[in-house]
């Protein structure tokens, strides 16, 4: 974002705007914790702010301040297209493309209203009228922060603004683990404990709110369904519609599994496919110089960080996983690689 970019959104700011707050489908806690975050910032300042996502989110982020005048799209379009036609403003928050809101994303994509594009995914769309993007920042949250000291609004940041962020900083860094935890990562976010966050509390209220199916399924996935490919330091999970049923699945319920078969020694690269209704929804985690973003971009229609991404498949799950192991050979090389 250019000094020339930054005065004309001063400019926009400075009187009150409809401002609509929109992000990814299945929004996770960096998502929605940016968006909730700049929410309660911006309302500071006199303008008429909704947050409207694209579809639900789990039930362990109904704790951030905000969460109750949250508009979920796929349940209230009437409302979402009437505020959305309606708005000035609009920030795109932790997403780079329209399609990542699917059916919401040509919604926003027709309006005139002026956009704001606020991302750490790799190569941004450019529909955007300014974006700020970093895909070297830990997550979005942590770019909403910097944002938000551009403007010189820091003496602003209360604990509501502070916890939505650190939850966003927090889980979009692995707790603090990932290769993109840098000194800023650990800068800003003693801002936020300066302006109340405390660790502990936000840490409980993401994590520690399993239930007991959910730790049964997590038993079940590792015992039973994890292979492990030592000739190709890959490790690989599937779960069918039935099994997720059977341990009564609440959405959010398989979150972080994918993380579970990168801590096995060796391992390098690790895949989690879910079978949907009509799709299987793949996730990728890796260490290193693996970028998961071009395998799922290449093979699987999806994308994200070097060594975090996503993406689907059309075909059955047990065709997605021959297809999967199928594609190992020829990274064979490129995943033996020290580093
Ligand atoms: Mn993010």
Redesign the pocket.
Known sequence: MSPADISKIEEILSSPKNIVITTHRSPDA??LGSSLGLCHFLKKFEHHVNVITPNSYPEFLHWMPGHKEVINYETQKKVAKAIVKNADLIFCL?YNILKRMEEFGEVVGKTTALKILID?HQQPDSFPDFILSDVTAS??AQLIFNFIETLKGEKYIDKDIAECLYAGIMT?SGNFRFSTTTTETHRVVSKLLEAGVRPDKIYTLIFDDNTQERMNLLGHTLLNKLKYFPEFHTSMISLTRDELKQFRYRQGDTEGFVNYPLSIKGVKFSALMIEKKDLVKLSFRSKGNFSVNKFARLHFSGGGHDNAAGGESRISLDETVTKFISLLPQYKEELLKEK
Do not use: C, E, K, L
């Open positions: 960096d998502a932790d750490h997550s979005t979009d």
